[in-house]
């Protein structure tokens, strides 16, 4: 576990030279203190080297058809106003019905527990900045999304990291528990998890729930991969489920993975009334509403069987299994992952340098690969130099390509 600070991989401290430089330019500290994301980064790199992204989690195939034909007629229906702030209420009652079908027990009530945004990314932000106070402190594991560092900043508070620990990503108790303390506000859960694979297992939710419960804190959870993981069925667990945790969690989820369509920014959160409505207010002000025909689309999502769920963690299955076996040929240490789409090496063997960002340059310029240097999802640095992330939401095709160029580094 580590102090506080407000630094990650794309994080710098606060510049203490801000307050005394004013002038057109200058900028607030805030925005000061974090740099520009490495991930979106990496894929402008590759497109201009003409690499294969494996950087950015996006697929390069299409998205259910069916989506495509509600989008369309949505739009031809004239469904091209604002919709209701917090979400259409078709599209609300749908993603209440989807998430009761899925985990038994689980009630949400769409007229007060739903809030629907502009895709998981802004309802993490929207509900920290609804529920978290300046000087509160926010759990976060490490390593971790970039996002998750600038989204406890931007709403004042300070990160406190708990290392998650290899080969298993598992979590040291005592870290943890000596993590909680008078001004914890929040715990950042994100499962199943990027950039390591990890699945949080009901134990280790079990103990997350204890520790909110005693310290009184809240459980922002990222399920934005419940549906891509390698588990079978009933191997995600929504914290949310977890007995104690039902009456202070906000589950953070989007249509981006599960259904193919990062582009389109369409996420909710779904959280108690009380705090629902405070996540309201501030994704209101934040940016109105998500775009209304592809909320309409939303409701086809929500409505496609259960074996599109099954099927796609199949296909995921393959994707792995493929990048996995040309990881290892190219000289690559990782745990396979149990779920999301990235696969985090170990980079000793082909990097002796220890140097992930000179290294993920050399791939993207030399070897036509793109990937993502470990470092960015470190609050320090140094803690992710001898890693790298590939990312598997690619036809089999694209891996292909990506297997033959990284053949080139053990040549
Ligand atoms: C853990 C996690 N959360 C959120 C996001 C972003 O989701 P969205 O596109 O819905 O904003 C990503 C994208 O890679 C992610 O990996």
């Known amino acids: 576990m580590t102090e506080p600070r407000a630094t990650t ?15 057109p330019t200058r900028v607030s500290a805030k925005a000061e203190t974090f740099t520009e994301s490495v991930i979106r980064e990496m894929t402008r790199l590759a497109a201009a080297h003409g690499a294969v992204n494996l950087a950015q989690g996006f697929p390069d195939f299409g998205c259910p058809p069916e989506l495509k034909e509600a989008a369309k007629a949505a739009i031809d229906a004239d469904v091209n106003q604002y919709a209701i702030t917090w979400g259409a209420q078709d599209f609300r ?7 009761g079908r899925t985990y ?5 009530d769409p007229e007060t527990q739903v809030c629907v945004t502009c895709g998981s990314t802004e309802a ?8 978290v106070d300046p000087g509160e402190e926010v759990i976060v594991f490490t ?7 600038p989204d406890a900043i931007l709403s004042g508070a300070a990160p406190r990291f708990v290392e998650l620990h290899q080969p298993d990503w598992s979590i040291d108790e005592a870290e943890l528990r000596a993590a909680f303390n008078d001004r914890t506000r929040a715990i950042i859960v994100n499962t199943p998890h990027n950039p390591t694979g990890k699945v949080f297992t009901r134990a280790e939710l079990d103990l997350i729930s204890e520790l909110c419960q005693r310290h009184d804190v809240l459980c922002f959870t990222d399920e934005i991969y419940e549906h891509i993981h390698y ?10 489920t977890v007995p104690g945790l039902e009456d202070r969690t906000v589950t953070i989820n989007a249509m981006s993975k599960t259904y193919a369509v990062t582009g389109w920014r369409v996420g909710w959160a779904i959280a108690p009334p009380a705090l629902t409505g405070a996540i309201r207010k501030v994704h209101d002000f934040l940016t109105v509403g998500a775009a209304a025909p592809l909320q309409a689309a939303g409701v086809a999502a929500m409505g496609l069987p259960q074996s599109y769920y099954v099927d796609m963690a199949e296909k995921y299955r393959e994707r792995r299994d493929y990048l996995c076996g040309a990881l290892a040929q190219a000289g690559f240490r990782f ?16 990097d002796p340098d220890r140097d992930d960002v000179a290294l993920a340059r050399r791939l993207v310029e030399q070897v036509g690969v793109a990937a993502v240097p470990g470092s960015s999802f470190q609050p320090d640095p140094a803690d992710g130099r001898s890693m790298i992330r590939f990312a598997f939401p690619k036809r089999i095709e694209t891996l292909q390509l990506a297997a033959e160029k990284l053949a080139a580094l053990k040549a």
Do not use: Q
């Open 9 to 23: 991989g794309a994080l710098h401290p606060a510049n203490p030279a801000h307050a005394l430089r004013g002038g």
């Open 93 to 99: 009652r749908a993603i209440a019905e989807k998430v």
């Open 104 to 108: 038994a027990g689980w009630t949400v």
């Open 124 to 131: 993490m932000i929207a509900a920290m900045l609804a529920l």
């Open 143 to 149: 390593p971790f999304y970039e996002n998750y560092g």
């Open 231 to 240: 588990l079978g069925d009933g191997g995600h667990v929504p914290p949310a």
């Open 335 to 350: 745990r396979a992952p149990d779920g999301a789409y990235y696969v985090l090496c170990d980079t000793t063997d082909v």
